[in-house]
């Protein structure tokens, strides 16, 4: 079992930024690569970006150039630097990680607005 806790999220005014934590603990070893997904209200689930155990990138194009996706393997800690917030990036955010089993965290809200 793997246990994710998300931390950072809040309410920032558009162009702000925030960054976001996830730690993980239990069966690090089973990890392949982590994530953050977001959810908005009246809105599907959506991968916003992903890292590797390698190191590989990905994003979502509506993030690309302002989000960025990092990690600290010696603190089992994934980050998500959000940078020139908009009102639409408003969402629960979710911290994922996969290795034969998707595992989840409780979700962090994100509001951005003035």
């Known amino acids: 079992q793997v246990q994710l806790v998300e931390s950072g999220g809040g309410l920032v005014q558009p162009g702000g930024s925030l960054r976001l934590s996830c730690a993980a603990s239990g069966s690090i070893f089973s990890i392949n690569g982590m994530g953050w997904y977001r959810q908005a209200p009246g809105s599907q689930r959506e991968l916003v970006a992903t890292i590797t155990s390698g190191g590989s990138t990905n994003y979502a194009d509506s993030v690309k150039g302002r989000f960025t996706i990092s990690r600290d393997n010696a603190k089992n800690t994934v980050y998500l630097q959000m940078n020139s917030l908009k009102s639409e990036d408003t969402a629960v955010y979710y911290c994922?990680?996969?290795?034969?089993?998707?595992?989840w965290g409780k979700g962090t809200l994100v509001t951005v607005s003035s």
């Open positions: 994922n990680a996969w290795g034969g089993i998707d595992y």
